[in-house]
T-cell receptor, first 114, second 112 residues
Framework: GAGVSQTPSNKVTEKGKYVELRCDPISGHTALYWYRQSLGQGPEFLIYFQGTGAADDSGLPNDRFFAVRPEGSVSTLKIQRTERGDSAVYLC????????????FGEGSRLTVL | SQQGEEDPQALSIQEGENATMNCSYK?????LQWYRQNSGRGLVHLILIRSNEREKHSGRLRVTLDTSKKSSSLLITASRAADTASYFCATDHTGTASKLTFGTGTRLQVTL
């Protein structure tokens, strides 16, 4: 596609529920990132994929968070047993392998946990 | 954790004035990037400066890097109301862009 696409743009859920957030990167971009951004803060790194594998998942806060990218394109961020503290904007970005290092971001998925 | 700290946290100027924002970081970098974020939107890449570069220009943007002080500055000249946004620096410590670490951001308001 023309840009990084994220769905849903907004998600409101109740504490304890399961949530999936989807990211469709720019076609041909092998690197994919998930970041989380709280109000008034900069993006916080969660996980980085190179192709299908998670090359760096050191930013995932705990085992309730998991992300997959089974075919090396679309990625899904999964959050189990959501907590109010998970409320944030979840940003996805992609990058061309061997490129300049510039990340292309989607518009984000705003998650609100009541 | 957020590696970079930006200064000031907020900046308000009039159209036509220059805006300068600063970024400091803690550990050595391969490159440093600046991004812009309009309210409620995703981030947009502005400029990248490598660790062996000291200054870079792109249109009305000028970025400097001082690796001895572990700091960078972004200058926007002749600001416009449309420049109103948050600006973030992001550091690449790996050389592979496998993890960009973002700063806390500067919120710039440009008034007419």
């Amino acid at each position: 596609g023309a840009g990084v696409s994220q769905t849903p743009s907004n998600k409101v859920t109740e504490k304890g529920k399961y949530v999936e957030l989807r990211c469709d990167p720019i076609s041909g971009h092998t690197a994919l990132y998930w970041y989380r951004q709280s109000l008034g803060q900069g993006p916080e790194f969660l996980i980085y994929f190179q192709g299908t594998g998670a090359a760096d998942d050191s930013g995932l806060p705990n085992d309730r968070f998991f992300a997959v990218r089974p075919e090396g394109s679309v990625s899904t961020l999964k959050i189990q047993r959501t907590e109010r503290g998970d409320s944030a904007v979840y940003l996805c970005a992609s990058r061309l392998a061997g490129g300049t290092g510039e990340l292309f971001f989607g518009e984000g998925s705003r998650l609100t946990v009541l | 954790s957020q590696q970079g700290e930006e200064d000031p946290q907020a900046l308000s100027i009039q159209e036509g004035e220059n805006a300068t924002m600063n970024c400091s970081y803690k550990t050595s970098i391969n490159n440093l990037q600046w991004y812009r974020q309009n309210s409620g939107r995703g981030l947009v890449h502005l400029i990248l400066i490598r660790s062996n570069e000291r200054e870079k220009h792109s249109g009305r943007l000028r970025v400097t890097l001082d690796t001895s002080k572990k700091s960078s500055s972004l200058l926007i000249t002749a600001s416009r109301a449309a420049d109103t946004a948050s600006y973030f620096c992001a550091t690449d410590h790996t050389g592979t862009a496998s993890k960009l670490t973002f700063g806390t951001g500067t919120r710039l308001q440009v008034t007419l």
